[in-house]
């Protein structure tokens, strides 16, 4: 159990225009879902954190506009990067927390974001 | 300061062989947990093993075992009988504060190789 997912697994774009990744838990309802970001060879870094219904939370330095969250349901959150620029090319990886096992994340497969 | 020290970038551990890779946290709360996640070239981040701040006996999943030093604030993770399939990043990660509220933080991960 506890699995989650991504679409798309990876993809290309150019540059200026948007990208919408899902992530969605598949066997559990998920009340809270984080967005992180992975540089080669580096830690996750924790971009925002999702409530179903609620406006997302933002880490410091992530600019909300650029990074559009969206959770619409428990078991769907989506990550819009707007006017995608190379340097947002990237890892992207979220997490579904289940709400009766607050205590463990589980992390979906990832999107590799490739801005040309 | 960091709140999670991983001081190790590789560990090299030949088949069979037991291994323990090192994890060092910060933090001045009384309520924290501690994550171990193993990440393999795929990408995806796997949850190997949970500790928490009041448990008093160490965490153990199969062939996975957490050495908690809580003074020390060290928690470590040790893999008996190494596999091949174990070659991965492996990331400690900490939630401080009370678990329906709270963020992870990684460290900046450990690159174990197993060689036959």
């Known amino acids: 159990g506890a699995v989650v997912s991504q679409h798309p697994s990876r993809v290309i774009c150019k540059s200026g225009t948007s990208v919408k990744i899902e992530c969605r838990s598949l066997?559990?309802?998920?009340?809270?879902m984080f967005w992180y970001r992975q540089f080669p060879k580096q830690s996750l870094m924790l971009m925002a954190t999702?409530?179903?219904?609620?406006?997302?939370?933002?880490e410091q330095g992530v600019e909300k506009d650029k990074f559009l969250i969206n959770h619409a349901s428990l078991t769907l959150s989506t990550l819009t990067v707007t006017s995608a620029h190379p340097e947002d090319s990237s890892f992207y990886i979220c997490s579904a927390r289940l709400r009766s096992r607050v205590e463990t994340q589980y992390f979906g497969p990832g999107t590799r974001l490739l801005v040309l | 300061a960091q709140k999670i020290t991983q001081t190790q970038p590789g560990m090299f551990v030949q088949e069979k062989e037991a291994v323990t890779l090192d994890c060092t946290y910060d933090t001045s709360d009384q309520s924290y947990g501690l994550f171990w996640y193993k990440q393999p070239s795929s990408g995806e981040m796997i949850f190997l093993i949970y500790q928490g701040s009041y448990d008093e006996q160490n965490a153990t999943e199969g062939r996975y075992s957490l050495n908690f030093q809580k003074a020390r604030k060290s928690a470590n993770l040790v893999i008996s009988a190494s596999q091949l399939g174990d070659s991965a990043m492996y990331f400690c990660?900490?939630?401080?504060?009370?678990?329906?509220?709270?963020?992870?933080?990684f460290g900046k991960g450990t690159m174990l190789l197993v060689s036959p």
């Open positions: 066997d559990f309802q998920a009340t809270t």
């Open positions: 999702s409530n179903e219904g609620s406006k997302a939370t933002y």
């Open positions: 990660a900490m939630r401080e504060g009370r678990s329906g509220y709270s963020t992870l933080t």
